[in-house]
DNA sequence: CCCGTGATTTAT
DNA sequence: TAAATCACGGGG
């Protein structure tokens, strides 16, 4: 998953979400917005679209779509799997495991994720990539489907069910 | 419940 | 230029 200072931190996927282009009231490229932020998110598939909020914060997506499709999923939490001192070390704030990567702001912090690798290729890169669950694939009716978590300003869109995460992982956020 | 925090967006 | 917003996290 991210290759920092030579060591592996990794985690498998437990929590997502949807983000459905331009007719999602949710989405930051609504309405057809294109602008120096997501840029990335008009790209080709497979790459990060890592955005700054709230002053403080980075959120990780993978983008999902072709060229001009603007697509994305949010990656909202991992279930920690190696280089855990690591991430214990940058989540100061964390007081169990469970808490490292438990939020999308949360998985940036503890592997290290911030703008300098928007636009990162998540198949081809050697510092950040997502690669198939090794013997570990969840069956689909082991997932919840949801609604999206903070996005109440999107009126119909906010309660559509795009939220999807690992029924009663305790990685999940909330 | 409330607050920090500042880039980004949108309204003038 | 200025004001409002925000795909969040932490503390009480």
């Known amino acids: 998953m991210r290759i920092l200072g030579g060591q592996r931190l990794a985690g498998t996927i437990v929590e997502t979400e949807a983000y459905l282009g331009v007719q999602d009231r949710a989405a930051h490229t609504f309405n057809g917005r294109s602008t120096a932020r997501n840029t990335s998110m008009w790209g080709d598939g497979g790459h990060a679209y890592v955005y700054f909020t709230y002053g403080m914060h980075y959120c990780l ?16 939490a991992l279930e920690p799997t190696e280089g855990l001192d690591a ?11 469970t808490d490292l990567c438990s939020g999308p702001a949360k998985l940036c912090q503890a592997l290290g994720v911030d703008r300098a690798l928007d ?3 998540l198949v081809a890169s050697d510092d950040l ?9 969840f ?14 300003y ?15 992982n305790p990685h999940v956020s909330r």
């Open 87 to 97: 991430m214990r070390a940058r989540r100061v704030t964390a007081r169990k495991d």
């Open 119 to 121: 636009g990162t290729d």
């Open 61 to 76: 997506n993978a983008v999902a779509g072709r060229p001009q499709e603007p697509i994305a999923v949010l990656l909202r």
């Open 154 to 168: 999107a009126r119909e869109w906010a309660e559509k069910p795009l939220r999807f995460h690992v029924a009663g």
């Open 139 to 152: 069956p689909a009716w082991k997932i919840v489907i949801g609604p999206r978590v903070g996005v109440a």
């Open 129 to 137: 990539f997502v690669e198939r669950c090794r013997g570990r694939a």
